[in-house]
């Protein structure tokens, strides 16, 4: 098609693609006027046109576009019909019955828009209307429609909430000898009919009962892997890694989640993606020059800048070219601040591996971490998107995490954690109490218990279950964990484990019997189980537990 387009006219190739793709003839009436109208179209733009190439009319229609230019449909007028049409298609007109539809504020008159070319005012030989001119004209084409109807004329509006009338409704409402004698003001009461479903005539012959015939026998157009991805659940690894990314993924969509970080299905690279790496590496790499020499050229860090850039994620040459050069002007102002003032850099881009309880393994990479005093540090992350406010950066669980991994996992106190935005050279800073510390743990391990994956346990048996009050600590978090986990592979034939599970049924965190009806509950269901009456493992003191 592209290679076409530059060896022959628009109008040929359309009638090449409308042959090719078999659209004509149409069934319908209206697509066909519509697809004739548009080929007209095409002809006489190529009348006035040179050169007649593809690329110049895909041109002209953005133009046409935006100049809020429509193609519409001339067709001979109709005596007996209802002819819609904008009130500049109707000067010259009359009819003997005239609606005006839809006088709000901001339809009629529309909103201002900002023009896309303004005459300069300088070169202006007429003298400039006063008042507000586009009021001005849009008063005098009201007046135009007022003027089109011979009988009768109806004006339209809503009076609502977010509507209000027109302000050219004021002059007609609020002279009292005109309301009183020309104008009917009413609020009609629609009735909207129940919604019936119809349907038309079976065809006679099978092989008519479908427009375009069956499809392929591979088409995946009625697939149920949406069904089948939104019940399956992976096993849960161990240990469970997360990070700040896939908390914030899993907080937005759990499916997501899952898709990303539990089948290892990632998403397309895009633009800011691109664009923030490597921003991320040239400023390691400038940091790091500047820890051994303060007399760095911006020419150099450009040099680097360029040699990182990648061209993945755009959607076209401007958009790179727009990033690239926003990218440069970011680097030289942030260049310039950070050699007024260099930082103590301990680390840079310093990943973790923070381990936590019920094996979940938090991960993750801070981009700098800057001395303050003996075991007091700064950390900062570095933002290529919009600018932080101060509340970012107080609530930020990625911050939190950073801290909490700089206490636990480098030994270090982090006094200041900090967001940097690239794009207005300025940071937001906040600090880290243990107690925010300890939200952010208590937020990692509410994350994991709700990660999407099948909960897996190992066979239970009456050897790892027991039903009293452990006393060792590690049965204890075990019984904890199992307290909230399901027994599909519990041994339901030992009468001891089927014992612990009706226990962990009645009084488990997930029973929903209230607390004073817990233990006849559970003597009621294990006196309804038969192979229980005679076990001695069912005591007197197992009830009293």
């Not at 070219?321 to 881009?349: D, I």
Request: charged residues 30%; neutral net charge; glycine residues 4%.
């Amino acid at each position: 098609m592209r290679k076409r387009g530059y060896q022959t006219g628009t109008t040929t190739l359309l009638d090449e693609l409308i042959q090719k793709l078999q659209i004509a003839p149409l069934p319908s009436d209206a697509d066909r006027l519509y697809l004739e109208r548009f080929v007209e179209f095409v002809r006489d733009w190529e009348k006035k046109a040179n050169p007649k190439h593809l690329r110049d009319f895909v041109q002209y229609l953005d133009y046409f576009a935006e100049a809020n230019g429509d193609i519409t449909l001339e067709r001979e007028p109709v005596d007996d019909g209802v002819q819609l049409m904008t009130v500049h298609a109707a000067k010259g007109l009359e009819f003997p019955y005239v609606f005006v539809l839809q006088l709000c504020d901001g339809d009629f008159p529309s909103r201002g828009q900002r023009p896309v070319f303004e005459f300069p005012k300088e070169l202006m030989k007429e003298e400039q209307p006063e008042g507000d001119f586009r009021i001005q004209e849009e008063r005098r084409l009201f007046y135009v429609a007022l003027t089109r109807a011979r009988r009768q004329l109806t004006l339209t509006f809503v009076n609502a909430k977010r509507k209000k009338p027109s302000i050219f409704l004021e002059d007609i409402l609020m002279n009292p000898r005109i309301k009183a004698r020309d104008a009917l003001q009413v609020t009609p009461n629609v009735v909207l009919p129940p919604i019936e479903e119809a349907a038309g005539p079976e065809a006679s012959n099978p092989a008519q009962a479908q427009l375009f015939g069956p499809g392929p026998d591979d088409a995946r157009m009625y697939s149920r892997i949406a069904l089948w991805a939104k019940a399956y659940r992976p096993p849960r690894p161990e240990p469970l890694q997360l990070s700040d990314s896939a908390i914030g993924a899993y907080q937005a969509c759990p499916q997501k989640y899952l898709f990303q970080y539990g089948w290892g299905i990632r998403g397309a690279q895009r633009a800011a993606m691109t664009f923030g790496m490597v921003m991320h590496r040239t400023i390691k790499e400038f940091v790091d020059n500047c820890r051994r020499r303060r007399d760095i050229p911006f020419e150099e860090v450009a040099i680097s800048y360029n040699r990182e850039w990648r061209s993945a994620g755009f959607l076209d040459d401007y958009q790179e070219e727009e990033y690239r050069r926003e990218g440069l002007v970011e680097l030289e102002a942030f260049c310039k601040s950070y050699l007024t003032a260099p930082a103590e850099v301990l680390h840079q881009e310093k990943t973790f591996e923070l381990h936590l309880e019920n094996d979940v393994v938090i991960t993750g990479r801070i981009d700098q971490i800057n001395k303050l005093g003996r075991n007091d540090v700064e950390i900062v992350d570095y933002k290529t998107g919009r600018s932080p406010k101060p509340e970012d950066a107080k609530k930020s669980l990625q911050l939190s995490i950073y801290a909490l991994a700089a206490r636990d996992y480098l030994e270090l106190t982090a006094k200041r954690v900090t967001l940097y935005s690239l794009f207005s050279n300025q940071a937001v800073s906040a600090t880290r109490e243990a107690k925010d510390l300890n939200k952010a743990k208590e937020k990692i391990q509410e994350t994991a218990d709700l990660t999407p994956y099948k909960a897996v346990l190992p066979t239970i048996t009456a050897d790892n279950l027991i039903t009293q009050k452990p006393k060792d600590k590690v049965t204890a978090e075990w019984m904890k964990k199992s307290n909230r986990q399901n027994f599909a592979h519990a041994d339901m034939a030992d009468p001891k484990v089927l014992n612990a599970v009706i226990w962990f049924a009645c009084t488990g965190s997930g029973s929903n019997i209230p607390q004073e009806a817990q233990l006849p509950a559970y003597q009621a269901m294990r006196l309804g189980i038969a192979n229980l009456d005679n076990d001695e493992s069912v005591s007197k003191k197992d009830d009293d537990d």
